[in-house]
């Protein structure tokens, strides 16, 4: 595939992030691997609805030397270590929705309760470390996290996904953000013993904590 | 001054959308040393009719008091995003749990009684405050900063409801969150959001 077409994969996928809630304004970015040694990522700043084929930076995943007119996102690190350790990884995809977030919060691992996790993320869903924003420490980390899984996330930031290509990489932010958010309901019914699950019932066990 | 109304009636819109807004919020932008936009009520529904232009030097509102105090905002907005109240109506502050909170918004959001004087108290040293049993009132230096805040507020407090579920959050360490909240002023500089502030003064 030209870097055309794979910069027109890197927009749609973009919108499709945005049109799901899966990730605000500028946040977040993704990526598609080249070849061995070069990636294509999303640069740093951009509106989504806004991004053309041609915004995104060619990234050497080796060197870290960018080519492009605007520069590429500055968790490119995170990308060029997992597609230099996973060769099967075509696509990356780093975002920071809400239920996801939950569990990069309380630093817990999602157990996968259904067949479609498991064959989706690998296994368990972990957190890797918590490193800031752009370091070296949270590219190590996060490389650390996912390894022999598709998803890991972030502790206090985010998550980071990986597909063989965009549509599985965008399946599984997809299908963990769900996973997330029904966790998170199965816990609420667990903890106040009530049958059927409402926000109300999530925000007074809060307000009464 | 047409310019300035489009733009405050256009946030008002992003306010909704985002569903940030309850039945009864405002906008107050300050124009020049002395004059200010302010508009109020349901932000589904508002037009540049409403936009009112006050003299907040002399004007006796919460908004113009905090404007006055706060000589490097240029808008206050008083919001009420659902998961916030929340968090209000228990009457928890809302810490930096991530890392865009602690960018944007800082180490904390502290919840604070409705009362004037305990509210300026806490903006001299935030840019967002919860109010107990009520919604939020951020500030910024463009409509879009203040904006930013109510989104980082209103998913943080999702995020902390959410935990509690699941087990204890943790908190972004101290020194961190500070020097994330410094890195972010100074790559988001005083000359940017110049830049941003007269965009939303010349387009609209």
Known sequence: MDNITLGKILVDSGIKLLENNLVQGTWGNSSVRIDENTMLVTPSGLDYLSLKEDDMAIVDINTMEWKGKHKPTSERGIHAAIYRERKEINAVIHTHPVYCSIMSVVRQSLPCFNEKMTKLFLGDVRVADYGLPGTNKLTKATVKGIEGRNACFMANHGVACAGKDMDEAFQIIKYLEESCKKYIEMKTLEITKEQVFTEELLDNYFIKL | ?204
Do not use: W
């Not at chain 2, 180490?107 to 939020?136: C, M, P, R, T």
């Open chain 2, 1 to 204: 001054m047409e310019k300035i109304i489009n733009a405050i009636i256009d946030y008002s819109k992003k306010l909704y959308q985002a569903k940030l807004t309850g039945e009864k919020d405002y906008i107050l932008y300050r124009v020049d040393n002395n004059k200010a936009c302010y508009v109020e009520g349901d932000f589904s529904v508002l037009t540049a009719e409403q936009v009112k232009v006050i003299d907040y030097i002399e004007d006796n509102s919460l908004a113009a008091k905090i404007l006055r105090a706060k000589k490097d905002i240029n808008v206050v907005m008083s919001v009420a995003p659902s998961k916030v109240m929340v968090v209000a109506k228990a009457r928890k502050d809302i810490p930096a749990v991530l890392d865009d909170m602690a960018q944007i918004v800082g180490v904390k959001a502290k919840v604070v009684s409705y009362d004037e004087n305990k509210i300026l108290k806490e903006f001299k040293k935030a840019n967002s405050i919860l109010i107990a049993d009520g919604g939020a009132i951020t500030t910024g230096r463009t409509l879009n900063e203040a904006l930013t805040c109510a989104m980082v507020l209103e998913k943080s407090a999702t995020v902390i409801i959410g935990a509690s579920v699941v087990g204890k959050y943790k908190k972004i360490n101290f020194i961190e969150a500070k020097l994330m909240r410094l890195v972010y002023k100074m790559k988001y500089s005083k000359k940017n959001q110049e830049n941003l502030l007269s965009e939303e003064k010349t387009n609209g």
